[in-house]
């Protein structure tokens, strides 16, 4: 079976940091995404992971555990247009798919 | 510019009624996928295509159908069997390469389907 976990929601102050958690539990993990989706529009790819560490891509970074099944993405600077759902992707290998986390509403506050 | 098309943005049908949601790419993806999102969750895995003519069931298939009969296109039918179908329905593509395992989904900008 599948099991992705993120918190349902979470609240910043603009100009602060946020880390947004991601469990997993899944069989045939190779990968794991991160997707930024505003309300009522298509998810946008933000960062990919596959080796354990960190990746960072700007004010957005993400790390990867393999061995604990765990991620994180780390927004740093938070502006206001950072308000969005946070969704966590594993891909897997067989089936060359993507299982998607609940998603992390993020509301950025000033 | 290349990209995926999912016509219309917004569609009205009576319960009963089948009705099919359009999706085209032109980044010449061999993989394709749909989704559905329901308020305030994530996206559900409805049917993958890997290659023309073929396809497999994703995690909620009952209820939905699909064809693959060119690369560039990938429609879904919600059919009447489906018992709760309005949703957002996002479909995607990706490379299919092998090693090609960072490839990220695109989406294409979805169809908010509504069953009354």
């Known amino acids: 079976g599948q099991n992705i976990d993120q918190p349902t929601e979470m609240t910043a102050t603009e100009g602060a940091i946020v880390q947004i958690n991601c469990t997993y539990q899944?069989?045939?993990?190779?990968?794991l995404f991160w997707y930024q989706q505003h309300a009522g529009e298509a998810p946008t790819f933000l960062s990919y992971n596959v080796l354990d560490g960190l990746e960072e891509k700007g004010r957005f970074s993400s790390f990867l555990s393999r061995s604990k099944g765990y991620s994180y993405l780390l927004l740093k600077e938070l502006q206001m247009k950072d308000s969005a759902s946070y969704l966590c992707?594993?891909?897997?290998?067989?089936?060359?798919?993507?299982?998607f986390g609940a998603g992390t509403i993020l509301r950025v506050k000033s | 510019d290349g990209g995926i098309t999912q016509s219309p943005k917004y569609l009205f049908r009576k319960e009963g009624q089948n009705v099919t949601l359009s999706c085209e790419q032109n980044?010449?993806?061999?993989?394709m996928y749909w989704y559905r999102q329901d308020p305030g969750q994530g996206l559900r895995l409805i049917y993958y295509s890997q290659i023309v003519n073929d396809f497999q069931k994703g995690d909620i298939a009952e209820g939905y159908s699909v064809s693959r009969e060119k690369k560039e296109s990938f429609p879904l039918t919600v059919t009447s069997a489906q018992k709760n179908p309005t949703a957002f329905y996002l479909c995607?593509?990706?490379?299919?390469?092998?090693?090609?395992?960072?490839?990220?989904?695109?989406f294409g900008n979805g169809t908010r389907l509504t069953v009354t």
């Open positions: 899944t069989s045939g993990f190779n990968g």
């Open positions: 980044l010449n993806h061999d993989a």
């Open positions: 992707a594993c891909y897997m290998e067989y089936g060359n798919k993507l299982v």
């Open positions: 995607a593509s990706r490379t299919n390469k092998a090693g090609q395992g960072n490839s990220p989904l695109h």
